[in-house]
Nanobody, 124 residues
Framework: QVQLVESGGGLVQAGGSLRLSCAAS????????MAWFRQAPGKEREFVAA????????LYADSVKGRFTISRDNRKNTVYLQMNMLKPEDTAVYYC?????????????????WGQGTQVTVSS
């Protein structure tokens, strides 16, 4: 049974930083593209960032480029999202997701495994 467990969310002031973690189990982690999505109240779930099997290829939403960094540690079956220069519009529930294969994709439909989410709130 695949499990993705996010942690690291919380309340932070604008301009601050947070680091999210997602621990995976029940899958061969190194054969999955991993991604972060987010969903704000009343909005659709949106892509944030994705990283390839080896970590050598990444993809970011325009809204977070230059502020967020996705990375992974295949020895620890964990993917991270370092979030810097946070803005109030980054407030959302952040979800970790896994997609079997090597392609770095940004569509929700391509990800078959999801975590429960972690709340990130950025105050102005």
């Amino acid at each position: 049974q695949v499990q993705l467990v996010e942690s690291g969310g919380g309340l932070v002031q604008a301009g601050g930083s947070l680091r999210l973690s997602c621990a995976a189990s029940g899958l061969t982690f190194s054969t999955y593209t991993m991604a972060w999505f987010r969903q704000a109240p009343g909005k659709e779930r949106e892509f944030v960032a994705a990283v390839s099997w080896t970590g050598g290829s990444t993809l970011y939403a325009d809204s977070v480029k230059g502020r967020f960094t996705i990375s992974r540690d295949n020895r620890k079956n964990t993917v991270y999202l370092q979030m810097n220069m946070l803005k109030p519009e980054d407030t959302a529930v952040y979800y970790c997701a896994a997609s079997r294969g090597f392609r770095v994709l940004q569509e929700v439909k391509n990800y078959m495994h999801w975590g429960q989410g972690t709340q990130v709130t950025v105050s102005s």
